[in-house]
């Protein structure tokens, strides 16, 4: 049975802010596989890894860095999660979703989450972005189940706009500007950590799946349950199996997300600067 209950999340959330003072949250971003983001501009108050946050074990993998960077700039604040949990490194849907909980104990109102992601849509070429509007949970389990959905109302929340409209809005703008490809699309999850066959693949294309990947979806619940605003941004870092022709590879993964790493940091700062102006 999970140990990890929404009493210990508490307590963590206290311990982080006694600790870590963050001033006055503008967002919470979570960095995806070969992906790392930082806030130009912004100073950097504290890295903390995630082994002295969370109440659970912390295991290594490749391409994450397992660390929160608090940004601070005067009163306001930045958090900065550093690599995610996963369900198939055998995480609860609730340990996968213990980042954006964390976020929003800490005040945080937004929840910016980065992914890499297969591309489904032979449209859609590697190092495009793809700004999520939207999700199709093939992981089999939610973050609201049992005890979770319990813990705070809305135990049945809607999930008909999880994706916020005028946060995708102006990241495809900032993305453009940022010299991406961008388009909109639906992001599949799958459990993994296997990549997915031709035939499901195709399942997804015809189901209207734009991009698949391993991660995010319960992130997303757990975030909209907490009345956090998402933004989801899944950079196609290799085509999907049977799109491309060519054998995939995590280490494919990791290397798109490096050649994208400048490009990405000019689109978190124009992110925050949305964000900070939505505020003002």
């Known amino acids: 049975m999970d140990t ?3 009493s210990a999340l508490e307590a963590a959330a206290r311990t982080f802010a006694d600790r870590h003072p963050t001033g006055k949250l503008v967002a919470a971003f979570v960095a995806g596989s070969g992906i790392a983001l930082a806030a130009p501009g912004w100073e950097r108050a504290a890295e903390v890894p995630y082994a002295g946050v969370f109440p659970f074990p912390v295991p290594e993998l490749p391409g994450h860095t397992p660390t929160v960077t608090v940004w601070r700039q005067g009163g306001r604040g930045l958090l900065v999660f550093n690599g995610r949990f ?10 996968v979703a213990a980042i954006p909980r964390l976020a929003a104990l800490l005040g945080a109102p937004v929840y910016v989450a980065t992914n890499a992601s297969g591309s489904i ?8 972005l793809v700004v999520v509007r939207d999700h199709i949970n093939f992981q ?9 959905g319990r813990w705070r109302a809305p135990m049945f929340p809607d999930l008909t706009d999880a994706y916020d409209p005028g946060l995708r809005a102006a990241a495809a703008a900032s993305a453009r500007a940022a010299g991406f490809a961008v388009s909109e699309g639906v992001y599949v999850g799958t459990l993994g950590p296997n990549y997915e066959t031709p035939a499901e693949v195709e399942a997804f294309r015809r189901m209207g799946g734009t991009v698949v990947g391993m991660s995010t979806v319960q992130e997303v619940i757990a ?27 995590h280490q494919e993964v990791l290397e798109v997300g490096e050649a994208a790493r400048g490009r990405l940091q000019s689109l978190l700062v124009g992110v925050v600067t949305e964000l900070e102006q939505a505020r003002a």
């Open 86 to 95: 996963h369900l198939y490194q055998g995480y609860s849907a609730p340990q």
């Open 4 to 6: 990890f209950t929404p």
């Open 140 to 148: 089999g389990t939610s973050p609201l189940a049992g005890e979770w």
């Open 223 to 249: 975030a909209r349950h907490l009345g956090l605003r998402v933004l989801v941004l899944s950079l196609a870092t290799n085509m999907a199996a049977g799109i491309g022709g060519q054998p995939l590879t």
């Open 121 to 128: 849509d032979p449209a859609v070429p590697a190092g495009s």
